[in-house]
């Protein structure tokens, strides 16, 4: 079945520091990827969608400049946490979707990325 | 406005069969995706429905009522693993994704 490999899985950091989480589709091709923050005991949160050779598209509320993101090719996508605090603290997941993306192809998840900033 | 409703939490006892229902008004239809979700663990594809019917797959069934808006997730033979969150989310007409809140299933011996 399709994978979906995320790395880090746990990231603690004094604040100040920037994060690269990666994100890799290993056995599909993935125009399109998506980023995902969930705080404790709450649901799902967009970030950004990103496509292969372009720009991202970040959701409402969502720093393109604190959190960037780079899709350089149809099998990986990094999000960058710049300069993190604490607030920034949070369960980063991402999910890729199928080259050919209609139809009942569901987005696969990564296992998600811890982040505690001190 | 976009969304979907889903209960907060639910109660089942090991061995028996729950229902979760969900309840979406969005933008478009293209399909609507169950996912199970552990704590501390990313989603995992249950299921997809496009059509109106049930969708069966194992001890999990989902079904869809398009012209009412509505879903449900069916768990039947109840185990302590099943307990998790359960995410109902629906794809617009953009292709997006809509999610719900998740359900809580809290499932006891």
């Known amino acids: 079945g399709a994978v979906v490999s995320q790395h880090p899985s746990r990231v603690i950091c004094k604040s100040g520091t920037s994060v690269k989480i990666e994100c890799r589709s290993l056995d599909f091709q993935a125009t399109t990827m998506f980023w995902y923050r969930q705080f404790p005991k709450q649901s799902l949160m967009l970030m950004a969608t990103?496509?292969?050779?372009?720009?991202?598209?970040?959701e409402q509320g969502v720093e393109k400049d604190k959190f960037l993101i780079n899709h350089a090719s149809l099998t990986l996508s990094t999000l960058t946490v710049t300069s993190a605090h604490p607030e920034d603290s949070s369960f980063y997941i991402c999910?890729?979707?199928?080259?050919?993306?209609?139809?009942?192809?569901?987005?696969?998840f990564g296992d998600g990325t811890r982040l505690s900033i001190l | 406005g976009q969304n979907i409703d889903q209960p907060t939490e639910m109660t089942a006892t090991e061995g028996a069969i729950v229902q979760i229902n969900c309840t979406y008004q969005t933008s478009g239809f293209n399909g609507l995706f169950w996912y199970q979700q552990h704590a501390g663990e990313a989603p995992t594809f249950l299921s997809y429905?496009?059509l109106d019917g049930l969708e069966e797959k194992g001890r999990f069934s989902s079904f869809l009522s398009r012209s009412k808006g509505y879903s449900y997730l069916l768990l039947k033979e109840l185990q302590m693993k099943d307990s998790a969150s359960y995410l109902c989310?629906?794809?617009?007409?953009?292709?997006?994704?809509?999610w719900g809140a998740g359900t809580k299933l809290i499932i006891k011996p």
């Open positions: 429905n496009v």
């Open positions: 999910s890729a979707r199928h080259l050919q993306g209609a139809g009942n192809q569901p987005q696969h």
């Open positions: 990103s496509n292969e050779g372009s720009k991202a598209t970040y």
């Open positions: 989310a629906v794809r617009d007409s953009n292709y997006q994704l809509i």
